[in-house]
């Protein structure tokens, strides 16, 4: 009988090979586990098909007529690449798995009047399309995202970039640079920039934004807004943030602002609905018309299941380099 004998070294080569084999597995699984958790890839398609839906928004009688309800006085913006198209891009398929997650939309809290009734108003006409076009019954929510530690863009970025919500419905302002951070659909909302004018020391003279640029004026504008880029321009006031158009506004109406800086319609909606507190409120406009739109993440990738295999090429090579 022939016996085969395995030497002390060769035991300990071979448990010491099966150990770093196991801290490699262990190592790679932790850091894709750790990036899955923190960063969401979406597909083309699913992008396709959200941006299909806002197209098709911008034609859709009863958003139209929401919109209008609310009270918008800025007409909605044509989507211009596809302006009189008889079929919407829609791709074959609704790459989401609907049967077993929730589609989440988001915005910010304390988003106020006309804004809150407006990203409602978007994120079901979003659902009620693909509804229709796909033939499906999405179980989907809407959140409001907490904007006080990271400011508005940065908030409202971070959720779709992790997954929190796979659609931010905002009327976000689309700035260029913005678009390099976030995928941009058509926008369904036009507006102007624009500043309301408090009670607070109405012996001091406001005409225009260039009044603003004054020592001993205080302007509050929404902390991680696209408001502060004008701050340059009006380095001479004192410059206070809050969090969210109501938190801004609220400074005003408290008479601890002499100015706020948002969007027109927020703040002509705020003056009608505040007729006690803000008895000698006015708001001018100032600059060009700006568009807002919603987004997804940038995070864009060929398909669902390509996402299974950049997963594992990416544990291979985390694996490789714990060896190393």
Known sequence: ???????????????????????VLNCGIQFVKTQSANIQYVSSDFVKAIDAAFIEMSDDSEFIDGYRDIGLIFPIPECVNFFGVTEYPY??????????????????????????????????????????????????????LDTRKLGYFNTVKNAVDSGECQV????????????????????????????????LDPQIVVNNFKDLNKTGLIVAISAGSIYLSFVPEISAATIVTAPGTQGVLQ??????????????????????????????????????????????????????????????????????????
């Open 1 to 23: 009988m022939k016996t085969i004998s395995y030497g002390l070294y060769s035991k300990k080569s071979f448990f010491a090979l099966l150990l770093v084999l196991l801290l």
């Open 168 to 199: 931010c419905v905002a009327s976000t302002v689309k700035e260029t640079s913005r678009e390099s951070e976030v995928h941009f659909q058509c926008p369904y909302e036009s507006s102007s920039n624009g500043f309301l004018r408090s009670n």
């Open 251 to 324: 400074l005003a109406a408290q008479g601890k602002a002499h100015a706020v800086l948002g969007d027109i319609n927020d703040l002509m909606t705020f003056k009608r609905n505040s007729i006690n507190n803000c008895t000698k409120c006015n708001v001018r406009g100032f600059g060009t018309t700006v568009e807002m739109a919603s987004f997804t993440t940038m995070n864009i990738i060929q398909s669902s299941a390509s996402s299974l295999v950049f997963k594992g090429f990416l544990f291979l090579i985390i694996s490789l380099l714990c060896v190393l």
């Open 91 to 144: 791709p074959d398929k609704f790459d989401f798995n609907y049967k077993e997650k929730v589609f989440t939309m988001c915005y910010q809290e304390n988003a106020g009047s006309p804004r809150q009734e407006t990203h409602e108003l978007v994120a079901k006409t979003l659902v009620r399309l693909l509804n229709k076009r796909y033939k499906i019954n999405l179980n989907y929510v809407v959140k409001q």
